[in-house]
């Protein structure tokens, strides 16, 4: 199943939340959704689910949501980790999200054991810490065996451990054939996590490819060459056109892919070489560097 957002819109006064986005999530891999806060992610997810009024539509494997026999096996969601009735036990509240899709109780129990809560099946969820409402709202989202997970910052108030776990879930869900769209601000996680990326900045698209690509985009990506003499170096790499710029004593940054080439000049004009690495942007340096001055602070519950 392949989910297609087209031209999704929202405008809040006059204010545009999300700006005329279309891109598409594609099975098997976990796609992850970034953006500064305020620049429209919440408000995106939930145009999608046709939780918000707007513009464009979403399809799910061609077909409008409503027009899915069983929403619920379509798609997953869990955009807020206290979207439950505190008074409702953990248990009572997944029951009650199984009943559109006829799910038994066995495969509540199981999920509640999948994400760590069986021991908590009988407390009422406003007891919860951060991180159990967030196990919870995994574990409705998950309840169907959908074919599609939509996930907002499942990350916060997890601890280390149960990041990680998230993690190696995510990708072993994905890896299954399923559509996995995730958003988080810990983007040295989504590293780890996301084999794809869409990246929106004040509502509008300014990425949808695979993170490898995203992170080549950056100016940051270089060699770093430490040689005997990284004056006579840096004049033999400018003569053919390479860009260096100084780094520490006897270190140049060198604007090339391949640090073979670094090499092959040096050799070629004599010049002993120490040190011969090639540096990579992070995600998170590569979002900085091209959301730089599109973050928003004055944003409302929808906007993020």
């Known amino acids: 199943m392949s989910v297609e957002a087209i031209g999704l819109t929202k405008v809040f006064g006059s204010k545009t939340a999300v700006n005329d986005l279309t891109f598409?999530?594609?099975?098997?891999?976990?796609?992850?959704f970034l953006g500064p806060n305020g620049s429209g992610k919440s408000t995106t997810m939930?145009?999608?689910?046709?939780?918000?009024?707007?513009?464009?539509?979403?399809?799910w494997d061609g077909k409008k949501l409503t027009e899915h026999k069983h929403a619920t096996?379509?798609?997953?969601?869990?955009?807020?980790?206290?979207?439950?009735?505190?008074?409702?036990?953990?248990?009572?509240?997944?029951?009650?999200?199984?009943?559109?899709?006829?799910?038994?109780?066995?495969?509540?129990?199981e999920v509640l054991d999948l994400v760590g809560l069986a021991s908590e099946a009988k407390k009422r969820p406003k007891t919860f810490s951060l991180g159990m409402g967030q196990r919870l709202g995994?574990?409705?989202?998950?309840?169907?065996?959908?074919?599609?997970?939509?996930?907002?910052?499942?990350?916060?108030g997890l601890d280390p451990q149960s990041i990680q776990w998230l993690r190696d879930f995510l990708r072993f869900y994905a890896s299954s054939g399923n559509v996995v769209f995730v958003s988080s601000h810990l983007l040295t996680e989504m590293q780890q996590m996301a084999e794809h990326v869409v990246v929106i900045s004040r509502g509008t698209l300014i990425a949808d490819e695979p993170v490898s690509?995203?992170?080549?985009?950056?100016?940051?990506?270089?060699?770093?060459?430490?040689?005997?003499?990284?004056?006579?170096?840096?004049?033999?790499?400018?003569?053919?056109?390479?860009?260096?710029?100084?780094?520490?004593?006897?270190?140049?940054?060198?604007?090339?892919a391949d640090?073979?080439?670094?090499?092959?000049?040096?050799?070629?004009?004599?010049?002993?070489?120490?040190?011969?690495?090639?540096?990579t942007a992070s995600l998170e340096e590569v979002f900085l560097e091209l959301t730089s001055g599109s973050q928003e602070y004055a944003t409302g519950g929808h906007q993020s």
Do not use: C, W
């Open 24 to 32: 598409t999530l594609e099975p098997g891999v976990v796609t992850g």
């Open 46 to 59: 939930r145009l999608m689910l046709g939780l918000d009024r707007g513009e464009g539509q979403t399809k």
């Open 213 to 256: 690509d995203f992170v080549n985009r950056s100016t940051r990506n270089d060699v770093l060459v430490r040689a005997a003499d990284p004056q006579r170096l840096a004049q033999a790499l400018t003569a053919i056109g390479i860009a260096t710029t100084p780094d520490g004593d006897d270190g140049l940054a060198v604007q090339v």
């Open 73 to 109: 096996k379509v798609v997953g969601a869990h955009l807020d980790a206290r979207f439950f009735n505190p008074n409702r036990t953990a248990r009572a509240h997944l029951r009650m999200l199984g009943a559109e899709a006829n799910i038994p109780d066995s495969r509540v129990d």
């Open 259 to 279: 640090p073979r080439q670094v090499g092959e000049v040096a050799f070629s004009n004599g010049v002993a070489v120490y040190e011969l690495t090639r540096r």
């Open 138 to 156: 995994l574990a409705g989202a998950i309840l169907a065996n959908p074919r599609v997970l939509l996930l907002d910052e499942p990350a916060n």
